[in-house]
């Protein structure tokens, strides 16, 4: 009877570590996110490992929580990957940034370079609600800026910056990111037929221009060059990105290419998202600033939709008969490739017949959006160094 007793003392139903109300409620969050990659298919490459990891980091005793500390003289497994590849040396998101590098054609931007304004553009949410954020809702300045990454949509850049600045809110701003990632489908359409005339969605953009083999190779490193330049504390994310674009356009690494953006992003994407999972211990999670995060995030990710709108309509007022952009391709500026370029497709060919179809043209702003994050992440990190 005393083993019995001592088992059921150690299990999860009973002694010091037992379950507790927020743990069920975390199992009802995991489940949520699974069901949501599982029957709606949104981001399930990254939703099933969250929810799971989060189900996991909320199994008393088990020591599965990515809380980065020692127990006796060994690393519990996630807290291993989140100290040592996250938190110290901030591994898995450039990583992951190399990988979509090698997935990315910047032919559509470089065609239409007007483009890379609409991404520019679409940053805009980022930065509203990281002002809504540490000024409205009292964070400090760093969770204000890793809060309102969240509107670039764009999950990598997200957990690499909330690593580095406010650690302890990465299980809810990275959730956020996600979940909105996922939503783009649905958050969208409303904005861009709100901001959209008829005439406006019935634009018919010209063909892009030819782009060189020479202009495809020489992009990434000259944008690798002037961009970390400019801002160094991007280098990790966009040195990563365009290195990662180089072996792809080069031609003769493809062996390398096939590996960055294959085996080896798809191995990091499942670390990444159990680890960001395993931040989601109930008793952090479930707090009010959980909720003002959650809908900070949202209003970041719609202001950044609306900024690319925008500024495209602007644009056109000095753009000449022929010249003019498609408005709604500037929604297609965040960070989401290529879901928010397909988002675009299907509303304006709803809304026009079939008569327009402006996908590889949204596919410029889509990749500038990736470029952008990238770029406001090293913004903060700078701005944030130079007042402290």
Same mark, same amino acid.
């Given at each position: 009877?005393?083993?019995i007793?001592k088992?059921?003392?150690?299990?999860?139903f009973?002694?010091?570590?037992?379950?507790?109300w927020?743990n069920?409620?975390?199992?009802?969050?995991?489940?949520?996110?699974?069901?949501?990659?599982?029957?709606?298919?949104?981001?399930?490459?990254?939703?099933?490992?969250?929810?799971?990891?989060?189900?996991?980091?909320?199994?008393?005793?088990?020591?599965?929580?990515?809380?980065p500390?020692?127990?006796?003289?060994?690393?519990?497994l996630?807290?291993f990957?989140y100290?040592?590849t996250i938190?110290k040396?901030?591994?898995?998101?450039?990583?992951?940034?190399?990988?979509?590098?090698?997935?990315?054609?910047f032919?559509?931007?470089l065609?239409?370079p007007?483009?890379f304004?609409?991404?520019?553009?679409?940053?805009?949410g980022?930065?509203l609600?990281?002002?809504g954020?540490?000024?409205?809702?009292?964070?400090?300045?760093?969770?204000a800026?890793?809060?309102?990454?969240?509107?670039?949509?764009?999950?990598?850049?997200?957990?690499?910056?909330?690593?580095?600045?406010?650690p302890?809110?990465?299980?809810a701003v990275?959730?956020?990111?996600?979940?909105?990632m996922?939503?783009?489908?649905?958050?969208?359409?409303?904005?861009?037929?709100?901001?959209t005339t008829?005439k406006?969605r019935?634009?018919?953009?010209?063909?892009?221009?030819?782009?060189?083999?020479?202009?495809?190779?020489?992009?990434?490193i000259?944008?690798?060059v002037?961009?970390?330049?400019?801002?160094?504390a991007?280098g990790?994310?966009?040195g990563?990105?365009m290195?990662?674009?180089?072996?792809?356009e080069?031609?003769?690494?493809q062996?390398?290419?096939?590996?960055?953006?294959?085996?080896?992003?798809?191995?990091?994407?499942?670390f990444?998202?159990?680890?960001?999972?395993?931040t989601?211990?109930?008793?952090k999670?479930?707090?009010?600033?959980?909720?003002?995060?959650?809908?900070?995030? &949202?209003?970041?990710f719609?202001?950044?939709? %609306? =900024?690319? @709108?925008?500024? +495209?309509?602007?644009l056109?007022? $000095? *753009?000449?008969?022929?010249?003019k952009i498609?408005?709604?391709?500037?929604?297609?500026?965040?960070?989401?490739?290529?879901m928010?370029?397909?988002?675009?497709?299907?509303?304006?060919?709803?809304h026009?017949?079939g008569?327009v179809?402006?996908? &590889?043209?949204a596919?410029?702003?889509?990749? %500038? =959006?990736? @470029?952008?994050s +990238?770029?406001?992440?090293?913004? $903060? *990190?700078?701005?944030?160094?130079?007042?402290q």
């Amino acid at each position: 009877m005393d083993i019995i007793q001592k088992l059921f003392e150690s299990s999860g139903f009973g002694g010091d570590v037992s379950l507790v109300w927020q743990n069920f409620v975390m199992f009802i969050i995991g489940g949520v996110l699974i069901t949501l990659a599982v029957k709606k298919n949104f981001e399930p490459l990254l939703l099933i490992p969250i929810g799971f990891g989060a189900i996991l980091a909320n199994l008393p005793g088990a020591e599965m929580s990515a809380k980065p500390e020692e127990i006796g003289d060994k690393w519990p497994l996630f807290a291993f990957i989140y100290h040592y590849t996250i938190n110290k040396a901030e591994l898995l998101p450039p990583i992951i940034f190399m990988g979509v590098g090698a997935l990315t054609d910047f032919r559509p931007l470089l065609g239409r370079p007007i483009t890379f304004l609409l991404g520019a553009a679409a940053q805009i949410g980022i930065f509203l609600a990281a002002l809504g954020a540490f000024y409205i809702f009292d964070f400090t300045l760093k969770e204000a800026a890793s809060i309102g990454i969240i509107g670039g949509a764009d999950g990598p850049t997200t957990i690499y910056l909330t690593a580095k600045l406010a650690p302890h809110l990465l299980g809810a701003v990275a959730v956020a990111a996600y979940s909105y990632m996922a939503l783009v489908p649905v958050i969208q359409p409303p904005i861009i037929k709100l901001l959209t005339t008829q005439k406006e969605r019935e634009i018919d953009m010209p063909q892009a221009r030819p782009v060189s083999k020479t202009a495809v190779v020489v992009f990434p490193i000259a944008t690798c060059v002037l961009t970390v330049l400019f801002i160094p504390a991007s280098g990790p994310l966009i040195g990563m990105l365009m290195f990662g674009n180089l072996i792809r356009e080069s031609g003769v690494t493809q062996r390398l290419s096939s590996t960055a953006s294959g085996p080896l992003i798809n191995i990091v994407t499942i670390f990444l998202g159990l680890i960001v999972g395993a931040t989601m211990e109930g008793e952090k999670f479930l707090k009010g600033e959980t909720l003002a995060i959650l809908a900070l995030g &949202m209003v970041a990710f719609c202001f950044s939709t %609306a =900024g690319g @709108i925008v500024f +495209a309509k602007v644009l056109n007022l $000095f *753009l000449g008969e022929g010249k003019k952009i498609n408005p709604c391709i500037g929604a297609a500026g965040v960070s989401a490739v290529p879901m928010a370029s397909r988002v675009v497709q299907n509303f304006v060919s709803k809304h026009t017949d079939g008569r327009v179809n402006p996908l &590889m043209a949204a596919m410029g702003p889509n990749v %500038a =959006g990736v @470029i952008g994050s +990238a770029v406001s992440a090293g913004v $903060f *990190l700078s701005l944030i160094k130079a007042l402290q």
